[in-house]
Every structure is written in structure tokens, then in C-alpha cells.
């Protein structure tokens, strides 16, 4: 049984803005980023290269490149790197980007890291107050860190979609736990909307809707699963109407990125590393970033089960597990990110110590190597 402080949905929100709950997880935030900007600045000023050539760099050129000039109408010819384009990636992210440009008149990379730091601020707030309802101050704070500090930690400075996942998660979460059925069906959708993963989010929705009924009859909490999808499916009839072809984004996905069988990433990563080892830094990656997410799910199943949360973590996993190429990625363990929370806040503080060093020197290799060719984030 999950260990709930309340469920009263009528506790009222002012409980929730309380100055305390805002400067804990900002000032944890305000580090990690800082943190993160000085590493990537040092790299920058070592290699002649301005610091926004990072922030932008993978993923985050073709969201700049969406928000900036639109969908193309068409996959190029080919298959590999001449098939990529931006059909490949979802719109809330570079629509947040547009919409910050036009009002503020701010540099396409400027208006990408204001809505990515402004997400990953609220996110923080949101995140350490579902912690709050299961935690102490002390445990809920770690539970934090061990999110903004994990090994992708790079990609929350970047103009890539995990801060907006940072937010929008915890966001349904939080209301799922409360009983806000229509903000958890609204918080779910725009998830949706960033990422064929945040799909997953329809899971903890119709677990929790589930649960609801079952146990109070409470038929109105069907709103949250069934506007879960609406940002997926929104997305998917306008590709219909731009391109003609409502799955063109799996289309896109196949020529450009993941050729291959589906449900094969984790074994073709496994099979790479245990032959190159660190030779091949993507591979050796995603294959330890498994085997920690496996000794984490164990230990949360164990020690500080929160099921709701757990089935939205296992969600993720699966679709990693789907893939032909990602598999279990350090960039999809943050998106997985209830997971690192919840071990943070429930491990002995004798072992959050080596938990968290590891996790800090882990961000470390991976900021700078995402700054070569050697990983990809």
C-alpha cells in the first residue's frame, strides 16, 4: 500500500506554495544548472567554441529548426543520416519555442533555453512536493539531487524535451495522487505531445482511474486516461494533414534513426559492449545505464514502492525495451526519472554517498563526451 501522507483532495493549494517548498528544490535547481553551465562553458573556452554550440547541439538543432521554419512535407530519399529530418520529433517543445520568441523577440537559442530552464524550474518544485507527500524534507530533497544530478543531466541544459518531461510528469503525478483528475488528464496530454515515451504516462493514469473506481466509485477520474493521449494524437492528425500520412512519424523514425527489429536495443547494445567495452561509449553506456535501472527498480519495489509512479517508470522502460537502437539509455533513465527519485529518497544516507559520487562522476563523462562524437545524448 502506498505510504501517503493524505489523499484529501480538498486539502487547499495554498498548502502546496509554501515559501519552504519553493526555495528547496529552486536552490537545488539554481545549482545543478549553474553547475552544469560552468563543465560545459570550460569545455567550450578549452575547444575556441561558444557555449551555445553545445546547448543546441543533437536533438536540439532540429527543435530549433521546427520552431524556427516548421515540419518539412516529406522524408528525404535514402535511408540513415540523408532519410533524417525534423518529422522525427514531437512539436510541444519547438511550439514553446515559437511562442517565447514572438512574444519576447528573444534568439531562437535564447527562447529554447528560457522555456527549458523555466520548465525545469517548476518541474523541481513539482517533483519534490509528490516527494513531500511520501517523505521528510531531508529524504525528499535527495531524492531530487539524485534527478538533477543523474548521468543525462546534461540534456536538462540542453534544448531537448527532458525538462518539459520533468515537468509535465511530476505535474500529473502530483494530481493523480490528489484526485485532480481533469489536470492530470491535461498535464498527461501536453507529455504526450513532447515524445512518443511520454505515452507511457497513460499507464499511472488508467492504473490510478482504475484504482478510483474500484475503491470509491469515482467514474469522473476516467477524465485523466482518456486526455492522456490527445497531444500524441493531435500531432498525429496534423502529420496526416501536412504529409498526407498520419504515421509519418514513425516513418521518419525508421529511415532516419531506428532501422531494425523492434524489441532487439538492449541485446544489440549489450552484444556491442560486452565485445568493444568503452571502445564504443554509446553501447557501453546504455548497457550499464540498464543494469543500474535494474538495481534501482529493484530497490524501489523493495524499499519505497509509490505504485502509481512505478507504473509510469516500468512504462518507460518498456518502450526503451521496444526499440531497435535506444534500449535502456541514461537519457531514457531521466526520463524514467521517479525512479532515480525515489531510490534517492528511500537509500541509507551510508550508501547515498557512493550513490551519489557515482552518479556525479557519470554526469561529468557524459556532458563532456556529449560535447565530441563519442555519445550521443
Known sequence: MEPLMTTDSSVPVKRYLRWSSVTAPLGLYALARIAMLLLLGSVARARNYDIGHYLRAWDGKWYLLIARSGYVTHIPHGSGNPAQCDLGFFPLLPLAIRTVHAVTHLGW????????????????????QFLRDHFDVAASTRGLALVLFSPAAVVLSMVYSESLFLLFVSLTLLALQRRWWLLAGLSAAATSALDPVGMAIAAPCAWAAYQAIRQRGEWRSLSAP???????????????????????????????????????????????????????????AKSLAAGVAASLVWWVW????????????????????LSPIIGISPRLLLRAFPLLALAGATVPLRRYGPLMTGSLLSMTCLAVLSTSAHWTP
Open 302 to 321: 523493495r524499499h519505497g514502492r509509490v505504485t502509481t509512479a512505478l507504473v509510469y517508470v516500468f512504462a518507460v522502460l518498456a518502450c526503451g525495451a
Open 109 to 128: 537559442l535564447t527562447s529554447g533555453e528560457v522555456v527549458v530552464t523555466t520548465a525545469g524550474a517548476l518541474g523541481s518544485i513539482v517533483l519534490w
Open 226 to 284: 482518456l486526455l492522456a493521449p490527445a497531444g500524441l494524437l493531435a500531432f498525429f492528425l496534423y502529420l496526416w494533414r501536412h504529409t498526407g500520412s498520419f504515421f509519418e512519424w514513425f516513418h521518419a523514425q525508421r529511415a532516419g534513426w531506428q532501422s531494425g527489429p523492434l524489441g532487439t536495443g538492449i541485446f544489440y547494445n549489450a552484444a556491442k559492449f560486452f565485445t568493444h567495452f568503452f571502445v564504443d561509449q554509446n553501447p557501453a
